[in-house]
């Protein structure tokens, strides 16, 4: 062996300096993987710390927390500004009361609800509670039992409010039924006393009220259905419109999928006042006082808009129940609408109705369906095809080549001697008439339309007390 390593000195060199160095290698190689393996341990420490807290909520920047706060008193805020947009008519008179009083409708709101939530375990009557409460001056503990009011300024608020509540409703507000409608604005739905008679007087009373308004005071025709009850669906998405049947192809009923004929006149007030269900109302729902005087409610503000768009007839005003419809937080009160009258008319009925918001009331409106009362285009078309036969005793005829002229010598009823050539009939056939902002379109010599839709009026009943 002596002998080998002397002979090869320069390979044993080679070959020692080569093992030590694979030694050291093997050595760091163990080293990194030592390392590395506690980096991968880390790693997956890590991501399982993450993965814990995307499922948890990340504390909050203590920098931050103010200005979270600040937000949701904002949102507070604004919610109670808007909701009272939804169905609450009578709150601009609630402003104008409380502010005679230095208060807001909020605080007089939850003054009183303090007050109701002891007093209706008496079972006092409300003119009772009613005095009670104005006799107990707004001690409540809310606001530090201070003196709110006085009897007098009471008084004065009670006029002012009383002179707002009347622009918004047709029945009259006088000492019998002032209180009442105060305490329903405060939250508290009215009853009638619990009586039926006077809730049958009443209905009857708007109902004649709104005919009155309209087809007496202001000409407006009602020949059509009217205060009663149909079945309407109901609309949640877009997949729930339903085309309504056209009305050239025949009577209402003649074509798949038509509405069921229904009987004109005016409702029964038995049924309307909470008695016995009307035709298709539920029987399991009940109808209180408070619905049938949001229903004529409803009824004569939706009157008032007829009336302010300058309508010439209303073919239809149903509805669909008094109950309405729960959807969240809010119910929906839903009524079928046919009206007649000139496209301006039918345009400032719905722009009448989208800005109604401005005197707390939100009109959604759906299933429109707008078609000519006289199409005289189509009318010509059918002259012109040879359709049209005879009319009254007189035959129509036509002759339109090379520009001859056109005799129709009343067969279409235009009280006209002599004939027409064709650029004539195209002139009397249709036109656009200016008409304020938005070019009218007048098909024909009258540009009387049907216009037909589905209306569901939003009430926010979330502070409503029990």
């Given at each position: 062996?002596?002998?080998?390593?002397?002979?090869?000195?320069?390979?044993?060199?080679?070959?020692?300096?080569?093992?030590?160095g694979?030694?050291?290698?093997?050595?760091?190689?163990?080293?990194?993987?030592?390392?590395?393996?506690?980096?991968?341990?880390?790693?997956?420490?890590?991501?399982?710390?993450?993965?814990?807290?995307?499922?948890?909520?990340?504390?909050?920047?203590?920098?931050?927390?103010?200005?979270?706060?600040?937000?949701?008193?904002?949102?507070?805020?604004?919610?109670?500004?808007?909701?009272?947009?939804?169905?609450?008519?009578l709150?601009p008179?609630?402003?104008?009361?409380?502010?005679?009083?230095?208060?807001?409708?909020?605080q007089?709101?939850?003054?009183?609800?303090?007050?109701?939530?002891?007093?209706?375990?008496?079972?006092?009557?409300?003119?009772?509670?009613?005095r009670?409460?104005?006799?107990?001056?707004?001690?409540?503990?809310?606001?530090?039992?201070?003196?709110?009011?006085?009897a007098?300024?009471?008084?004065?608020?009670m006029?002012?409010?009383?002179?707002?509540?009347?622009?918004?409703?047709?029945?009259?507000?006088?000492?019998?039924?002032?209180?009442?409608?105060f305490?329903?604005?405060?939250?508290?739905?009215?009853?009638?006393?619990?009586?039926?008679?006077?809730?049958?007087?009443?209905?009857?009373?708007?109902q004649?009220k709104?005919?009155?308004?309209?087809?007496g005071?202001?000409?407006?025709?009602?020949m059509?259905?009217?205060?009663?009850?149909?079945?309407?669906?109901?609309?949640?998405?877009?997949?729930?419109?339903?085309?309504?049947?056209?009305?050239?192809?025949?009577?209402?009923g003649?074509?798949?999928?038509?509405?069921?004929?229904?009987?004109?006149?005016?409702?029964?007030?038995?049924?309307m006042?909470?008695?016995?269900?009307?035709?298709?109302?539920?029987?399991?729902?009940?109808?209180?006082p408070?619905?049938?005087?949001?229903?004529?409610?409803?009824?004569?503000?939706?009157?008032?808009?007829?009336?302010?768009?300058?309508?010439?007839?209303?073919?239809?005003?149903s509805?669909?129940?008094?109950?309405?419809?729960?959807?969240?937080?809010?119910?929906?009160?839903?009524?079928?609408v046919?009206?007649?009258?000139?496209?301006?008319?039918?345009?400032n009925?719905?722009?009448?109705?989208?800005?109604?918001?401005?005197?707390?009331?939100?009109?959604?409106?759906?299933?429109?369906?707008?078609?000519?009362?006289?199409?005289?285009?189509?009318?010509?078309i059918?002259?012109?095809?040879?359709?049209?036969?005879?009319?009254?005793?007189?035959?129509?005829?036509?002759?339109?080549?090379?520009?001859?002229?056109?005799?129709?010598?009343?067969?279409?009823?235009?009280?006209?001697?002599?004939?027409?050539?064709?650029?004539?009939?195209?002139?009397?056939?249709?036109?656009?008439?200016?008409?304020?902002?938005?070019p009218?379109?007048?098909?024909?010599?009258?540009?009387?339309?049907?216009?037909?839709?589905?209306?569901?009026?939003?009430?926010?009943?979330?502070?409503?007390?029990?």
């Amino acid at each position: 062996m002596n002998r080998f390593i002397k002979k090869n000195m320069f390979l044993v060199g080679v070959l020692g300096i080569s093992a030590l160095g694979v030694l050291v290698l093997l050595v760091l190689s163990i080293w990194q993987y030592i390392v590395m393996s506690a980096y991968i341990h880390n790693t997956e420490d890590m991501k399982s710390d993450i993965d814990k807290l995307q499922r948890q909520k990340p504390p909050a920047d203590e920098r931050n927390i103010p200005l979270v706060q600040e937000d949701i008193a904002g949102y507070d805020k604004a919610m109670v500004r808007l909701k009272n947009y939804f169905g609450h008519p009578l709150y601009p008179a609630l402003q104008k009361f409380a502010a005679k009083l230095n208060l807001t409708p909020e605080q007089l709101k939850e003054n009183f609800k303090e007050f109701w939530e002891k007093e209706k375990e008496s079972q006092s009557p409300r003119e009772l509670s009613y005095r009670h409460y104005v006799a107990t001056l707004g001690k409540g503990k809310d606001l530090q039992g201070k003196q709110l009011w006085t009897a007098e300024a009471w008084e004065e608020a009670m006029e002012d409010f009383v002179a707002d509540a009347q622009k918004t409703t047709i029945e009259e507000i006088g000492p019998l039924n002032r209180e009442e409608i105060f305490l329903s604005s405060l939250g508290l739905p009215r009853n009638m006393g619990k009586s039926q008679a006077r809730l049958d007087a009443f209905a009857r009373d708007m109902q004649n009220k709104v005919i009155d308004l309209l087809t007496g005071k202001n000409e407006i025709t009602m020949m059509g259905v009217y205060f009663t009850q149909r079945d309407i669906p109901e609309v949640r998405t877009n997949l729930d419109f339903v085309d309504l049947p056209d009305g050239r192809k025949g009577k209402e009923g003649d074509e798949p999928g038509a509405a069921p004929s229904r009987n004109s006149g005016v409702a029964d007030m038995s049924a309307m006042a909470g008695g016995a269900p009307g035709e298709g109302q539920s029987e399991e729902k009940t109808i209180e006082p408070a619905d049938v005087i949001l229903h004529w409610n409803i009824i004569s503000d939706l009157a008032r808009h007829f009336v302010k768009a300058k309508i010439d007839s209303v073919e239809e005003l149903s509805y669909k129940d008094m109950t309405g419809r729960e959807d969240k937080g809010c119910k929906l009160y839903t009524y079928s609408v046919s009206v007649v009258g000139s496209e301006s008319d039918v345009r400032n009925l719905f722009n009448s109705l989208s800005d109604a918001y401005k005197q707390h009331r939100v009109y959604l409106i759906r299933n429109l369906s707008i078609a000519k009362q006289e199409d005289q285009v189509q009318d010509i078309i059918d002259v012109a095809q040879g359709i049209l036969g005879k009319k009254g005793e007189e035959n129509t005829t036509l002759k339109v080549q090379n520009d001859s002229p056109v005799n129709f010598n009343g067969g279409m009823g235009m009280g006209m001697e002599g004939g027409m050539d064709a650029k004539q009939i195209a002139a009397q056939a249709s036109y656009f008439k200016e008409e304020g902002k938005y070019p009218e379109c007048v098909a024909g010599r009258s540009n009387i339309i049907t216009a037909s839709f589905v209306v569901d009026y939003v009430v926010y009943n979330g502070d409503t007390l029990k």
